[in-house]
């Protein structure tokens, strides 16, 4: 960058980073009361915004004039892990959890991971409000231990899951020692995985949110690995059928997994499409692959199984949460017409007595059955209307909920982030923890006190996730590494799924984001040092 000149792009990211603070300053201290950004507050926010934007944009601007060509003093040669990167990485991340799943045995199972077995063994009626795929899966790995006892039965999908998770955390390891080169990095992204709580916290609870997480890092990892070939015009080699084979199956195991993650797929892969440098037709193809498999093989699935339709009330979180606050605090500008459109969709009478800005689920569980296009859309037609009534409620339901995904120094942390149980769940009852109770609660107060210490709490909050993300989006920009960029709709994407979801800050609901974010270190760190090799430095941008 020339002397005297400004780089704008370091201020925007800085800017970006200084609102997400300061919208998290604002509504973090009023908890799960309702909170209004004032006149007032966005007032005496103003020289913080400024300065924090200023600190934020240096740091960013340090990070982008760094020459990522120039190899790092710290690297060794370490041959034994250049030849066997993945096995000592698999073994290094099973080793770690191992601790978490033996005190856990058999492991721990969620509400909705215990509604799901039920469904798997005819205990409740199959539907497909849980993807019918991964109760089927989770039913038949209870059964194969099941032989034994129950315990085993558990244990055997905990043991499955974590066996997953911790091969697919390899191959990602794999790849960012491809990427970079550096087995400093390596060795940092593997402590990630290892030696960070979370991942052994999570591994042993079962809830459908951990085999999806494993299975949206191999989605990541194969489309890093497309990304590679067709966004690079001097790339070697081509997207061959392996290559092909794994981001269509990946893609499509995901989509049948989770609801919702069609949207994600679709998107990522299209926009892959679009940019590509080479190979733009197969990628096309490979798209439309992906999706039309996807959404035929769920509706198959589902017809098949006669499993009942899955309410669709989630897919309207923020809206209703928006409506339940209008109602708490503007009743009486609530027109009979209004009132009874949103009467015919929710219970209009209680929802604002029930609106918790952290969770959806009071609103929602209000959803009447038999509700059809006619009623929704006299809903979102009153929605409307209130929007330009009283818009800032809008915003402030909104961005209550957000900051948690966003701000990475104040989070609406659920206090069950993890699942340490002394009883199981109904549908669960003959489950036996053998470790006694005295070792189970000292563990679980051990993992909580680690998890609130400064740096590790840091990690639990979703924010940081978001910021590291869009600091690697805003490298390659400035690099100008602009078909690369791409490869940032998987995270930001998964942010987006995140704000539409019904729980603030939920950290199993960014477990895949924690899980991609070496991979996309790793690849802003590989282009970028492509384009300072070549020479592509410019530097204002």
């Known amino acids: ?136 899966l989770l039913g038949f790995l209870f059964r194969i231990g099941g032989r034994v006892s129950d315990n085993v039965g558990l244990f055997t999908v905990v043991i499955v899951q974590s066996l997953l998770t911790a091969l697919i955390a390899a191959g990602c390891e794999k790849k960012v020692l491809e990427l970079t080169g550096s087995t400093w990095v390596w060795l940092m992204t593997l402590l990630w995985f290892a030696l960070n709580p979370i991942w052994g916290l999570f591994e042993q609870t079962v809830v459908k949110d951990i085999p999806f997480t494993a299975l949206f890092m191999l989605y990541t990892l194969c489309y890093v690995e497309a990304a590679a070939q067709v966004l690079d015009r001097s790339a070697e080699g081509t997207l061959d059928w392996k290559k092909s084979v794994g981001l269509v199956t990946s893609g499509v195991l995901c989509c049948m997994i989770r609801h919702g993650e069609t949207i994600v797929v679709a998107i990522s892969l299209l926009l892959l499409a679009a940019l590509a440098l080479r190979e733009r037709r197969k990628t ?65 009478e209680n929802i604002g007595a029930l609106y918790n800005p952290f969770i959806s689920d009071p609103v929602k569980g209000t959803y009447k059955e038999n509700v059809g296009r006619k009623e929704l859309a006299a809903y979102f037609k009153a929605w409307f209307q209130m929007l330009f009534r009283h818009p800032r409620t809008y915003v402030d339901s909104f961005l209550q909920f957000a900051y948690s995904y966003v701000d990475p120094f104040h989070c609406a942390v659920e206090k069950r982030t993890f699942y340490i149980a002394f009883k199981s769940y109904k549908g669960a009852d003959h489950l036996v923890y053998p470790r006694a109770k005295t070792l189970r609660k000292a563990f679980r107060n051990f993992t909580r006190r680690l998890t609130e210490t400064p740096v590790v709490q840091q990690l639990i909050y979703p924010g940081i996730y978001f910021w590291i993300s869009a600091a690697c989006f805003l490298l390659l920009w400035h690099k100008g590494r602009y078909q690369q960029m791409a490869v940032y709709s998987l995270p930001f994407l998964r942010v987006a799924m995140c704000l539409a979801s019904p729980v603030a800050g939920y950290l199993r609901y960014t477990l895949p984001l924690l899980g991609i974010t070496p991979l996309m270190i790793a690849w802003a760190c590989a282009n970028a040092a492509a384009a300072d090799r070549s020479g592509n430095k410019d530097s204002l941008r």
């Open 284 to 348: 096309l193809l490979l798209a439309i692959l992906t999706i039309a498999m996807a959404v035929g093989g769920s509706k198959t699935l589902v017809a098949v199984t006669h499993a009942g339709s899955a309410p669709t009330r989630a897919t309207f979180s923020v809206f209703f949460q928006q409506t339940a606050l209008y109602m708490k605090k503007y009743p009486q500008d609530v027109t009979p017409e209004q009132y009874a459109a949103i009467d015919a969709v929710l219970d209009a």
């Open 1 to 136: 960058m020339k002397k005297g000149k400004v780089c704008w792009l370091s201020l925007f990211g800085g800017l970006v980073f200084a609102l997400c603070s300061i919208i998290g300053a604002i509504y973090a201290p009023a908890g799960n009361t309702p909170a209004s950004i004032t006149g007032e507050a966005i007032r005496t926010s103003i020289p913080a915004l400024l300065l924090l934007t200023l600190i934020y944009g240096i740091i960013l601007y340090r990070l982008f004039i760094r020459d990522y060509a120039v190899p790092d003093a710290r690297e060794t040669s370490a041959a034994l892990i250049r030849r066997r990167p993945f096995l000592i990485s698999f073994a290094a991340i099973l080793l770690a959890w191992l601790p978490y799943l033996l005190i856990c045995y058999p492991g721990n199972i969620t509400f909705d991971g215990a509604r799901q077995l039920r469904q798997a063994l005819g205990m409740e009626p199959l539907t497909n409000q849980h993807p019918v795929l991964g109760t089927f």
